[in-house]
């Protein structure tokens, strides 16, 4: 199965997220949080 071009986004904005040296720890677990809820999962 092929991942759709939103997918693809969506992974590239997470990790980007996820990897960074510019936000505090608060601000990215809070990007974690809010980017599971938009897609539905639960953290």
């Known amino acids: 199965?092929?991942?759709s071009n939103q997918h693809?986004?969506?992974n590239a904005f997470y990790h980007s997220?996820?990897?960074n040296d510019v936000l505090d720890?608060?601000?990215t677990?809070?990007?974690h949080l809010a980017?599971?809820?938009?897609?539905g999962?639960?953290?």
């Open 1 to 3: 199965m092929q991942e």
């Open 8 to 10: 693809k986004r969506w």
């Open 17 to 19: 997220a996820r990897h």
């Open 25 to 27: 720890e608060r601000t």
């Open 29 to 31: 677990l809070m990007l």
């Open 35 to 39: 980017s599971a809820m938009a897609v």
């Open 41 to 43: 999962c639960y953290p």
